[in-house]
Each structure stands twice: as structure tokens, then as C-alpha cells.
T-cell receptor
Framework: GAVVSQHPSWVICKSGTSVKIECRSLDFQATTMFWYRQFPKQSLMLMATSNEGSKATYEQGVEKDKFLINHASLTLSTLTVTSAHPEDSSFYIC?????????????FGPGTRLTVL | KNQVEQSPQSLIILEGKNCTLQ??????????LRWYKQDTGRGPVSLTI?????NTKSNGRYTATLDADTKQSSLHITASQLSDSASYIC????????????FGKGTSLLVTP
């Protein structure tokens, strides 16, 4: 099956710093990727849809200036959490849309645990 | 409102036993229903995907059923193993809604020796 990787798998940073998370589709090209956030014992919440070569589409309530998304190639999307605060601590998961799938299937990355001190 | 409700919220079973997880949804118009397994600290992994015309699909010891009339699905796990301990998430998609996924909150399964 299609493989999606994320880097780093976990990161600890100080409040006020910025953190970049990478999402890569390893064996397929993905024109569309998605970024989710998951708090403990909660379901995944879509933050934004990332389209290669164009601006991301953010869900209501997600600050686009705080969560910068760049999808510069067909295999890489990055999420930068700017001026991170403790309330941004969460599990961030990306997914990539596999073109040609009859189900519009999204393949999920392993997630990145962000802890802001 | 497009909702996906799962039950039970959590479940503890002995290794080797079977169990069934439930998913009820109000998502409409229905496109497909997916069951994912999410290990702690990992991303979701797809187990099954079913469309309107499919009422059962198996993946090894996992068997999913779908009743599109009653808008209910179940995931049956046979001969459970310790590695089955995880959160199982039901996800429903709508037709003509792009790629939006409607997530259930998941059932947390613990398989004990």
C-alpha cells in the first residue's frame, strides 16, 4: 500500500519558537495532502487541505498565519507552527490522497507529537 | 448534521476472544464507510472500505458489515491478539463533498493476556 512518512516523529520546543513538520508520500505522488490535529482521546480534526502549487485551504477556526502550510512538490507538504504555545501541544497527523483510488482514499502518516513547554 | 457515533467507547477483552464494535451514522448522502485501526501514538491504518452496495468485507481476522438502510456498521474481530489493542475509528464520507472525512470518536480496545 501507499506509504506516508512524517518527520520528526516527536518534537519538544520552547514557547514562542517555530516548529516545522514534514509529510512525504514515499511511493506515490500526491497533489492533495491533509493536516489533522488530534488531542488525547479525541478524534482527528481536519486543520487544512494542502494542494500542490497553490495555497492551502484552512478549516474554520484554524489560523492560517499560525499554521503555515507549504506544498511545493508532489511528494512533500510541510506544516510550520509559528510562535508555538503550550495549547498547540498535540498530535499532528498528515494524510495524502492517492490519485486513481476509486475511494479517494487518504493514506495517513505516523503522526508527530508536538510538546510546547 | 453529519455525525458518526461509535460504541462502546472502550472495551476490554481476553486474548483469543471475539468482539464486535458498532458504528451508527447520519452522514448523507452516503458514499463509503471505512474502519481504521490507530495504535497509540501512530497514524490510522485502513482496515476496510465499503460502498453502498457492499454489506460485508473481510481483512484477515477483521470483518466489517454495513447496513446502509439502517445506517449501521460493525467491525468484528475474531480470535483477538494482544496486538489488536488500539483505537478503532469509523469514518464515513459523503458524495459530492470532496475529500472530507467524518470521523467517529473511536472505540478503545484493550486485549489482555
Amino acid at each position: 500500500g501507499a506509504v506516508v512518512s512524517q518527520h520528526p516523529s516527536w518534537v519538544i520546543c520552547k514557547s514562542g519558537t517555530s516548529v516545522k513538520i514534514e509529510c512525504r508520500s514515499l511511493d506515490f505522488q500526491a497533489t492533495t495532502m491533509f493536516w489533522y490535529r488530534q488531542f488525547p482521546k479525541q478524534s482527528l480534526m481536519l486543520m487544512a487541505t494542502s494542494n500542490e502549487g497553490s495555497k492551502a485551504t484552512y478549516e474554520q477556526g484554524v489560523e492560517k498565519d499560525k499554521f503555515l502550510i507549504n506544498h511545493a512538490s508532489l511528494t512533500l507538504s510541510t506544516l510550520t507552527v509559528t510562535s508555538a504555545h503550550p495549547e498547540d501541544s498535540s498530535f499532528y497527523i498528515c494524510s495524502a490522497l492517492a490519485g486513481g483510488s476509486s475511494y479517494n482514499e487518504q493514506f495517513f502518516g505516523p503522526g508527530t507529537r508536538l510538546t510546547v513547554l | 448534521k453529519n455525525q458518526v457515533e461509535q460504541s462502546p467507547q472502550s472495551l476490554i477483552i481476553l486474548e483469543g476472544k471475539n468482539c464486535t464494535l458498532q458504528c451508527n451514522y447520519t452522514v448523507s448522502p452516503f458514499s463509503n464507510l471505512r474502519w481504521y485501526k490507530q495504535d497509540t501514538g501512530r497514524g490510522p491504518v485502513s482496515l476496510t472500505i465499503m460502498t453502498f452496495s457492499e454489506n460485508t468485507k473481510s481483512n484477515g481476522r477483521y470483518t466489517a458489515t454495513l447496513d446502509a438502510d439502517t445506517k449501521q456498521s460493525s467491525l468484528h474481530i475474531t480470535a483477538s491478539q494482544l496486538s489488536d489493542s488500539a483505537s478503532y475509528i469509523c469514518v464515513v464520507t459523503r458524495t459530492n463533498s470532496g475529500y472530507a472525512l467524518n470521523f467517529g470518536k473511536g472505540t478503545s480496545l484493550l486485549v489482555t493476556p
